[in-house]
């Protein structure tokens, strides 16, 4: 394989975001992605083994574009169980509507496209990692709701904050991305946090 950091191997990734993004999630064959970035099908593989692995590494590649490392520092190093909760909504909040084009797109073509339900899936996983961050360090603050165990105060966060949830939200019901934000802040706290002091 040649090298993570090539200048292929980033048009590669680039032309796969964007036929992703411009609808196209049902005709995002190996060779439509190398149409679009100007290679042959052969060097596409050269980069990448699958399309299943051309796909997750394309999600990776949006979130480096996105900077989604600094926006989760805040959430990462929050003083307080309730303030990683907090900033974790607030970043994924804000994040959703930069990606939602491409995670549309990899929904839309999840059930029926092995490769796109990895990608989808693998970055699902990730997300409910940073669920489950923000609900043990409100455990371990003595501060988690005594009605949930970490694993169900985990599954019920990790659901609130889907990508569907969001849409109906915002599409559905009208609400603007800042309402959004704030009213699942507002939601998380009275579900998952006791014991609130000053935090409140």
């Given at each position: 394989?040649?090298?993570?950091?090539?200048?292929?191997?980033?048009r590669?990734l680039?032309?796969?975001?964007?036929?992703?993004?411009?609808g196209?999630?049902?005709?995002?064959?190996?060779?439509?992605?190398?149409?679009?970035?100007?290679i042959?099908?052969?060097a596409?593989?050269?980069?990448?083994?699958?399309?299943?692995?051309?796909l997750?590494?394309?999600?990776?590649?949006?979130?480096?574009?996105?900077n989604?490392?600094e926006?989760?520092?805040?959430?990462?190093?929050?003083?307080?169980?309730?303030k990683?909760?907090e900033?974790?909504?607030?970043?994924?909040?804000?994040?959703?509507?930069?990606?939602?084009?491409i995670?549309?797109?990899?929904?839309?073509?999840?059930?029926?496209d092995?490769?796109?339900?990895?990608?989808?899936?693998?970055?699902?996983?990730?997300?409910?990692?940073?669920?489950?961050?923000?609900?043990?360090?409100?455990?371990?603050?003595?501060?988690?709701n005594?009605?949930?165990?970490?694993?169900?105060?985990?599954?019920?966060?990790?659901?609130?904050?889907?990508i569907?949830?969001?849409?109906?939200?915002?599409?559905q019901?009208?609400?603007?991305?800042?309402?959004?934000?704030?009213?699942?802040?507002l939601?998380?706290?009275?579900?998952?946090?006791?014991?609130?002091?000053?935090e409140?």
């Amino acid at each position: 394989m040649s090298s993570e950091n090539s200048e292929t191997r980033f048009r590669i990734l680039q032309a796969a975001l964007d036929l992703l993004e411009s609808g196209q999630g049902n005709g995002v064959r190996m060779t439509d992605i190398a149409r679009q970035a100007g290679i042959s099908r052969q060097a596409v593989y050269l980069h990448f083994n699958t399309r299943a692995e051309l796909l997750v590494s394309a999600t990776h590649y949006l979130d480096k574009l996105h900077n989604t490392d600094e926006r989760l520092a805040a959430s990462r190093s929050a003083p307080t169980g309730v303030k990683r909760l907090e900033t974790y909504i607030d970043a994924w909040g804000k994040y959703i509507p930069e990606i939602h084009g491409i995670a549309k797109a990899l929904l839309a073509m999840r059930d029926s496209d092995d490769a796109a339900a990895e990608a989808w899936d693998e970055r699902m996983r990730a997300m409910r990692e940073g669920c489950q961050a923000a609900i043990k360090a409100l455990h371990h603050d003595g501060m988690l709701n005594p009605d949930y165990s970490q694993k169900t105060a985990t599954d019920i966060l990790w659901t609130m904050l889907s990508i569907r949830n969001w849409e109906q939200l915002t599409d559905q019901c009208g609400w603007t991305n800042k309402k959004y934000i704030s009213e699942i802040k507002l939601l998380t706290r009275r579900i998952f946090v006791v014991n609130e002091t000053e935090e409140a």
